[in-house]
């Protein structure tokens, strides 16, 4: 089973439409969770980072559910422009050599249609 | 301004030969990574460092080599010993290691003939 798994999609929805996607995490000594968008052939972009409360930036909603070991990310009123691939990234406690190792998912695909 | 630079951007090279691809950084970030992507796959950890000087193994760090020999530089070579070097790489640093904000450079396109 992957640390880190992403339903890779695409999700293809119109302009204006509501979307959410979830991660699923293994580990349950999963410390930090973040939000990374990457558009085609460029490089990923810090979105969010996920609070254990839930945090919100704009049309972006970002959820954490320790129980479940998911973390999700909302985005209302869809633009063309948030077309793009989502990755969910999740940060393990510290180990041995006291490095906090970084795991990303492989990505949600997102089609926004006019 | 601050920010990671990758060089070359697109690189094609014969195969059995040994590729060097190039990662600045002056944001004065202790570490940097390595990583590698396939299409339609996640990133994969090749390489890190946590101080200059110094370096580990990632997830897939055979047939890659590196070095930090200066902060600001994390040189990759991909030796003729990777067997698939096809692939998207791509340089990142972090501010600090609990930091979850990868600072990523605009990445080299790796294309073997």
């Known amino acids: 089973r992957k640390e880190v798994e992403q339903d890779p999609g695409p999700f293809n929805v119109p302009e204006g439409a509501t979307v959410a996607f979830n991660c699923t995490y293994s580990n349950s000594a999963s410390q930090s969770f973040f939000w990374y968008r990457q558009d085609c052939r460029k490089e990923p972009k810090l979105l969010m980072s996920?609070?254990?409360s839930g945090n919100e930036d704009g049309r972006f909603t970002a959820q954490l559910n320790r129980a479940s070991q998911y973390i999700s990310l909302l985005i209302r009123d869809s633009k063309l422009s948030d077309s793009a691939t989502y990755l969910c990234v999740v940060i393990l406690a510290p180990r041995m050599d006291s490095s906090y190792k970084l795991i990303f998912g492989s990505g949600t695909r997102l089609l926004v249609r006019p | 301004d601050g920010g990671i630079t990758q060089s070359p951007k697109y690189l094609f090279r014969k195969e059995g030969q040994n590729v060097t691809l190039s990662c600045e950084q002056n944001l004065n970030h202790d570490a940097m990574y390595w990583y590698r992507q396939d299409p339609g796959q996640g990133l994969r950890l090749i390489y890190y460092s946590q101080i200059v000087n110094d370096f580990q193994k990632g997830d897939i760090a055979e047939g890659y080599s590196v070095s930090r020999e200066k902060k600001e530089s994390f040189p990759l070579t991909v030796t003729s010993a990777q067997k698939n070097p096809t692939a998207f790489y791509l340089c990142?640093?972090?501010?600090?290691?609990?930091?979850?904000?990868?600072?990523f450079g605009e990445g080299s396109r790796l294309t073997v003939l």
């Open positions: 996920v609070y254990s």
């Open positions: 990142a640093s972090r501010p600090g290691i609990r930091s979850g904000e990868l600072f």
